[in-house]
């Protein structure tokens, strides 16, 4: 019951949760900035990598292999490490921007793989009979395989935005201030017996989040499914 009784007096001191709100602001921010750039980046080394083989699409090709191969095969805290003490490491650059960058690219890599993979899944019949019937390999692309690969990648996708959210709690390694640190202050700073009550907290707002997360996902899968019915 104490355990209880301390994390209800938690959400209720003001002082804490105003730190608990800071710090979820910052994650939001880079969870939801850093998701946008790994879809996009993602997407488009999805594109390059599936093109057919040319002269000139060699060397984009072989940087977006090179890219995804690198980013997948080190360590997150790694890259974020080199991010923000190597490539970023001039005064007033803004730590946020910096964790954005470093989470979007790493993002981008799994969503790369994630949506080519979805590309290929589709059948080869699809992309034959667009061609049988006139439309160019654009137009098949665009409007036949990419639709019914969207439907095949949703999950995948979801399940790296939601490790996206998680992996952000790293950023207080390089001293921001996020949900994990202001849980760190407050159990630092209060008269509680331990860590243990506003990690419990804390843990209880990435549960949320990642369970709107989730809830949303379905939705968008029980959409398109719907759709195939019709």
Do not use: H
């Amino acid at each position: 019951m104490k355990f209880f009784s301390q994390i209800v007096e938690l959400f209720s001191t003001e002082k804490y949760m105003d730190i608990i709100w800071e710090g979820l602001q910052t994650t939001l921010i880079i969870s939801v900035l850093a998701a946008l750039l790994g879809l996009l980046l993602g997407t488009l080394v999805a594109l390059v990598t599936i093109s057919p083989q040319s002269g000139w699409m060699m060397v984009p090709k072989a940087i977006c292999k090179a890219y995804v191969t690198i980013v997948r095969g080190t360590p997150m805290a790694l890259q974020l490490f080199i991010m923000a003490y190597v490539v970023f490491a001039f005064r007033g650059f803004p730590e946020e921007l910096t964790a954005t960058l470093a989470f979007g690219i790493n993002s981008g890599a799994y969503v790369a793989e994630n949506i080519r993979g979805g590309i290929l899944s589709v059948d080869i019949g699809q992309t034959e009979a667009g061609r049988a019937l006139g439309l160019t390999r654009k137009i098949t692309l665009s409007r036949i395989v990419i639709p019914q690969a969207i439907k095949n990648v949703i999950p995948s996708i979801g399940n790296e935005l939601i490790a996206l959210i998680k992996e952000t709690s790293i950023v207080s390694m390089i001293g921001m201030f996020d949900l994990t640190m202001a849980a760190k202050i407050i159990g630092s700073g209060n008269n509680m017996a331990s860590y243990i009550v506003p990690m419990t907290v804390v843990a209880l707002f990435y549960l949320a989040i990642v369970y709107l997360l989730t809830f949303g996902i379905k939705l968008i899968e029980r959409r398109l499914r719907a759709g195939d019915k019709r």
